[in-house]
């Protein structure tokens, strides 16, 4: 089973997608976290990419689609192997992130058309929340961590639906840690009948 946790920065991702691998753990199934830029050698570049204005959003979106490519190999090697995948980020970050910074969309068809996960989650709230936990942890922002940029991500996010004709859970993260994680393990029990 493949599981994406999208949201825009500062929605927690992290955290709540590795508090579902230990819940999953608790109850005996075998999870595990992976992320997007991943670590290899394509994520590593995305992320020297990322912290400077000097790349276009087609060299960004070329990278992330490699990346995920290699990604997505090891993903089915580990559902292979029995575990339940939780990944923090995947395509919809790319369309949504890319074409907010100016890519065509009728661009990004090689992206879009990858296997679609068996559950997506979208963690989402007002960009005020999620502008003051950016700020509280950041010591250097990245260069898609501003309020305009933000407002688009979090619109952008929204239109999903539409865009990809797939289903979306999304859960607003204006909510105690506790409170999110168990809505999201609430529903992935009910899809994988567990
Ligand atoms: P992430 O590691 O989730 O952010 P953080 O540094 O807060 O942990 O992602 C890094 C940045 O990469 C984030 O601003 C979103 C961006 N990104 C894209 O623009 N396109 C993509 O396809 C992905 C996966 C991430």
Redesign the pocket.
Known sequence: MFIVIEGP??SG??TISKLLVERLNDIGIKARYT???TASHYGKR??EM?SDSSSTPKE??DL??L??IEHLREISEWEKGGEVVIS???????????VS?GLDPALTED?NSLRTPDITFILTTDVDVLLSR?ET??LSK????TRGFLEKITAMYERLPEIFGEEFSYIDVDDTIDNIVSKAFGIIKEKASI
């Open positions: 920065d500062g991702k992290t992320s997007e830029p995305l992320r990322l960004l979106y992330f689609v990346d995920r923090d980020r995947y395509k919809y970050s790319t369309y949504c992130y890319q910074h992206n950016i942890r950041a990245e260069i898609y961590e």
